[in-house]
């Protein structure tokens, strides 16, 4: 019997921009094909943001939508959690200009740095917050501008990333039902291991390497990644961390509607669902059409499935993540 959740998902949004680069696109810049990019990975486009648009452009587009879907306003949100790695900037955080765009009060917005995990860690942060009542409304999104931090001249990364932005609204969970279900968030689980910190990392603008000509020069502020150590580490604790949801809320394989899990490869999601035993046709994918958006893949992902109806109201939803850090998470949610 699962736990009765504190904090529910009141509506979610997503934005992608509208320019597609397609793996024939990237045959022309860098050496690779169409076939190793899907055979390896599953991605076959992704979306670039346009010149001059900026994170807090797409973060807000999604959290519009979001706040729509729960009809609720701006000036509603007691809080802005963005996750993100690619900010506006440094300082101040992508979430104060979201609050601004948004023309939301003087809510506390920040942002997280869980990269891939970044939305995990951000609902689980939000369902701490409303749980004890100290907030009411929290907006969470997971946005990622990534064209503008991938080295164009490194097939090895290059070919995965895209840009996007996915939101949610975490609100009490009060009574709602559906199907004989309480909706809300049954469970969340977020873990890091700074053993493979150096596995993914943008190593170069930050105080162990500023910024100069040389850093530039050498591609310093762009993704650098050990692709296997990741691949092997998202198959282990992706797993993990699924199966500590269902253990922890008493959900078996079998009751889950829907994985909405992190797309960063098509390999590794098959692996991880199939160890879990819950069926092909239960896992939500749109790798092939966004690639890899980092902390904005489950959202985006999420929202485009409740939006075409294919999620409903009561589906017991599992979702997973893990990115740069190595960060990870789990959560199992009653939409
Ligand atoms: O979301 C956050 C976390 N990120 C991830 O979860 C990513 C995890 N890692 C992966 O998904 C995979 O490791 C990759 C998709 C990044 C790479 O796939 P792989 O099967 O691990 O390939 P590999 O790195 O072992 O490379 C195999 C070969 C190499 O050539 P040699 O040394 O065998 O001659 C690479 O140079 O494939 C080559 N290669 C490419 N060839 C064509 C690497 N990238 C490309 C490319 N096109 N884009």
Known sequence: MAATP??????????LPDVIRSNFDLEKMVDTTDAWIVERTGIRERRIAPEGMVTSDMATAAAKRALEAAELQASDLDMILVGTVTPDMPMPATAVYVQQKLGAGHCPAMDLSAACAGFIF????ADQFVKTGAMKNVLVVGVELLSRVVNWEDRGTCVLFGDGAGAVILGPAGGATARGRARGVLSTRIHTDGA???SLMIPGGGSETPTNADVVEKRLHKVHMRGQDIFKVAVKNLYSASKDALEETGVSASEVDWVCPHQANLRIIDNVVSRLGVPEEKVLLNIEKVGNTSSASIPILLDDNVRSGKIKAGDHVLMCALGAGVSWGGALVTI
């Open 6 to 15: 504190q904090s529910r998902i009141l509506g979610t949004g997503h934005y």
């Open 122 to 125: 951000g609902l689980s942060i």
């Open 196 to 198: 493979l910190a150096r």
